[in-house]
C-alpha cells in the first residue's frame, strides 16, 4: 500500500511540477507535508493503530514524490558541466541519510526505550528538509541551450 501510494504521489506531482514550471515548491511541500504526517502518525500510533499506519503510507507517499522534482533541479538551473558533480553530490548526501537516519533510529530506541522519539526526529528532519528546499532561490539558466547543452534548433551551440 506505501508504495502503490507513492507511486501515484511521483507521477502526479512531477506531472504538475512540469505542467506549471515549478520544482521548489514541488519538492519543498511533500517534504513539509510527509514530516508532519510521520510525526502525527507516531504520535497516535498507540490508540489509532489503523489511522497511523494510513497517516504513515501517506507520509512515505509524500515523501517519494517530492523525488521527481528534486532530481530535476540539477539540470535546470545549473550549467551542463555542474550538473553531474551537483547529482552526484546529492546522491552521495542522500546515501549518508540511508546511513545515519536507521543509526539515529536504533541509538534513541536503545536510549529511550521505544521508537517515538526517534521517528518524531525524523520526521522533524524532513519538515527541516522541505523548509531548506523553501528557500532555494533558483533562476534558470540564462544560456540559449536547454538541458541536453543543444540549442533550440537541435544543433550543437557554438563553443
Request: glycine share 12%; with cysteine; proline share 6%.
Amino acid at each position: 500500500i506505501p508504495f502503490l501510494l507513492a507511486g501515484i504521489g511521483m507521477v502526479l506531482n512531477s506531472r504538475h511540477s512540469d505542467r506549471v514550471g515549478e520544482r521548489r515548491l514541488h519538492v519543498a511541500l511533500p517534504l513539509v507535508i510527509g514530516g508532519t504526517l510521520l510525526i502525527a502518525a507516531v504520535l497516535i500510533s498507540e490508540r489509532f493503530q489503523l489511522v497511523s499506519f494510513a497517516l504513515a503510507c501517506l507520509a512515505g507517499a509524500a515523501f517519494y514524490s517530492s523525488l521527481g522534482p528534486l532530481w530535476a533541479i540539477p539540470t535546470e538551473f545549473l550549467e551542463k558541466k555542474s550538473a553531474g558533480a551537483a547529482t552526484g553530490l546529492v546522491n552521495a548526501i542522500g546515501s549518508l541519510g540511508g546511513y545515519f537516519g536507521p543509526l539515529l533510529v536504533g541509538v534513541m530506541a536503545a536510549r529511550t526505550g521505544n521508537f517515538r522519539a526517534a521517528f518524531v526526529a525524523l520526521g522533524a528532519s524532513v519538515i527541516l528538509a522541505g523548509v531548506l528546499a523553501m528557500m532555494l532561490k533558483l533562476e534558470k539558466r540564462s544560456s540559449a541551450s536547454g538541458p541536453s547543452g543543444l540549442s533550440p534548433h537541435g544543433s550543437n551551440p557554438k563553443p
